[in-house]
């Protein structure tokens, strides 16, 4: 190995400041893929670049060697533009189970492989593996025939893609260099590009239940992924959405699926709709399926009117080994043993859900991860909550506890009292969808 790829070179170039070549990236993926790099040296590499930043060039050459650290996989044998949607992460967010089918309904194919929930965010695998039988661990192969087959496929990371990212994500964790634009794309990106995708729409969210607390953050980290994405030679497209309350009115896993099993039927709620038809509305648009975004919403709203997204739902859960049933009876779905109803204290209007809150009630009944071996209970969490702006009678219930315990269901109702907030007068109307990157 030349001396100027010596693991001590390349850290102390960025710790003076210095930019990266391709060589030196790649020296560091390889040395996190292969071992040949010592943890403390990878560590403090990350830590230079949290502190030193990396070029739009060095991110997207990090980015590219990330994704090439494992299999790439091809589905150029599938007809028609792949797109798939990321979304950063937030609480009660389940619109890829609805989105996935709408989109394939209307003839775009969509591969999807997500991850699991770990901190207050539940991940989409965790939430589909709630329906009794579904796999998430299809192989590579079985995920690129299942996309050839049916246009789309909704699928756990294989160890064999991007295992750089799963070495260095777990150190950046414990070292405090999660929080970092260049790192986080690189992380991302080299996940979604590896997917054999040809388009990618990212809902990049903000506020008090997602990863960037301020939608200029949000603005910032799109900016970048857009940037990252597009030197893969992939579209881009990436839209800022509000996480200050969560998402539609149930969090925890079955309960999430639930609900999108409901917006497959037509009843979604309203903004958990108005998420996932304007994120359904970029994918339409990269994949060629329409001109513009009335045509597009149309067309997505045309699925659910006529059953067939929901046909296309079952289709992909019976694939993947799931009871299909649930579609039509989602009281096969896992339930918890405890339903407690919180009720409003007094008659108002609602002025606040808090989503992290929220999210840490949820986490406490079981229904995500504090460290990544916790086991998930997939009957419990929060349904029919509230929404800011709502008005309430004393008594009525601000949500419904799903607990497997009554000392869980205690210590919920205390956490979610004071999580939702009754007042007087309704708080200005925020907006849930922000501006489009492209
Ligand atoms: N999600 C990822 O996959 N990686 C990050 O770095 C942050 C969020």
Redesign the pocket.
Known sequence: MSPSLFPQHIIAQKRDGGVLSRAEIGAFVRGATDGSWADYQLSALLMAIFLRGMTPEETALYTDAMMRSGVVADLTAVPGIKVDKHS??GVGDKVSIPLAPMVVACGVPVPMIS?RGLGHSGGTLDKLESIPGFRTDLSLADYCAQVARIGCALIGQTKDLAPS?KKL?AL?DVTAT?ECIP??C???LA?KLAEGIDALVLDVKFGRGA?MKTEEQARELAHALVQVGRAGGKKVRALLTAMNQPLGRTVGNALEVGESIACLHGEGPADLMEVTYALGAQMLLLGGKAEDVAEAEAKLQAVIADGSALEKFREIVVAQGGDGRVVDEPDRLPQASHKVILPAPATGIITDVDAMQVALAALRLGAGRAKAEDRIDPGVGVSGLVKIGEPIEAGAALCTIHASDASSAKVAVEMLGKAIRVGNEAPPKARLIGELLS
Request: proline content about 0%; aromatic content about 14%.
């Open positions: 950063t992460g991850g990212d994500y950046r999660v790192l986080i690189g992380s991302i996940k990863f």
